[in-house]
């Protein structure tokens, strides 16, 4: 199974965060739409493809497009930009980055992204101190005038960095989750045969709470959801054993605990068995904070069968994001199996 990498670098260099999706929409329309029979968009901005099948029931899948940003918030008289951030930062790893800052005309203006702050040779032991978002600016190097007349509130932000490979692995920005997105669209590629219609689902808004799978799980009304998403792989210097997470290299996690839903054991017992008759590798993975898409899902209506299969991932929430490509292809291979024979159980909460 030869996967497409240069779908995953497109997906990932493509601005696109929450309520500003549609870059990165346009590039899932044209790997989506030669894999599906229907495709179309909600009044959210999620793009939905449809794959018909011979039977009545429906499999969602979920991938959200969005990645981690900001907005304009304020220009200063010196053409300073100071920013709103859409989704979980940490400060910490954000000084002297690089960021793009994606203006009306549709041409991005780099800028550095910088602590409003004395240098550090100047600096007292007192008045050094953690770094804070709103102690962030953006320098364009331009003068403030034609800043104002380029710029204004509101413009979306990322920060710049490109996709690389490094040995077994991918780094980037947004891999959170764009992977998720790729895994769904390799997985529709190589899929051969299925019973049940597939609904793929890439859903906008979800760093910012789930808010495109929410309307999609009350519109589509699937009979199984499957978040793609990825998780924490804590196997990096400063993190304890009881703390990791998920491992890189080591598989596709299985959820069976994030803050945003209780999978249903049932389905992860299905799928489980799937990777295991396969020779698919897999961890499986408890989340104690986060959430993904499958927790809007599984509430939807009367409630529906939901979990998250997930790809480990290093330094979530940073531009070096890196994921193993093993781990990815298990995703694939794992998800485009469970497809195949979705249509099998019905995942009732108990056998009476």
């Keep these: 199974m030869e996967l497409d990498w240069s779908v995953l670098q497109r997906l990932c260099e493509t601005p696109g965060i929450a309520g500003h999706e549609t870059r990165v929409a346009e590039v899932v329309r044209a790997a989506l739409e030669p894999v599906v029979d229907e495709l179309r968009v909600d009044a959210m901005g999620n793009l939905i493809g449809i794959r018909r099948g011979r039977l009545a029931r429906r499999v969602l899948l979920a991938a959200h497009m969005d990645e981690i940003g900001f907005l304009v918030r304020h220009i200063d008289d010196n053409g300073f930009l100071r920013l709103q951030p859409v989704g979980g930062f940490d400060a910490r790893v954000l000084v002297a980055q690089r960021v793009h800052v994606w203006t009306r005309s549709g041409e991005p203006l780099l800028g550095a992204l910088q602590l409003a702050t004395k240098p550090i040779h100047l600096l007292t032991t007192e008045e050094r101190k953690a770094p804070a978002l709103e102690d962030l600016y953006v320098d364009l190097g331009l003068p403030a005038e034609e800043v104002r007349s380029r710029v204004e509130i509101g413009d979306m932000v990322t920060l710049a960095r490109d996709f690389v490979r490094l040995g077994p692995t991918v780094l980037s920005k947004a891999l959170d989750d764009r992977v998720g997105v790729f895994v769904m669209l390799e997985a529709l590629r190589h899929l051969e045969r299925h019973e049940a219609e597939i609904v793929a689902v890439a859903t906008v808004q979800e760093e910012v709470g789930l808010r495109g799978a929410q309307t999609a799980g009350f519109g589509l009304e699937p009979d199984v959801a499957i978040a793609l998403d990825v998780t924490i792989a804590g196997d990096v210097p400063g993190i304890e054993a009881h703390d990791r997470i998920t491992r890189l290299g080591a598989g596709v996690a299985i959820k069976v605990f994030d803050s945003s839903h209780i999978p249903s054991r049932p389905l992860i017992e299905h799928v489980r068995e799937i990777a295991a008759r396969h020779g698919i590798r897999y961890q499986l993975e408890v989340l104690p904070r986060g959430g993904t898409d499958a ?48 249509h099998e159980r019905t995942y009732q909460p108990y056998s009476w």
């Design 295 to 342: 927790g809007a899902l599984q509430r939807a209506r009367a409630g529906v069968p939901a979990v998250t299969l997930s790809i480990p991932t290093r330094h979530v929430h940073t531009v070096n994001e890196m994921a193993h490509v093993e781990d990815i292809a298990a995703a694939v291979d794992l998800l485009r199996r469970y497809l195949a024979e979705a």
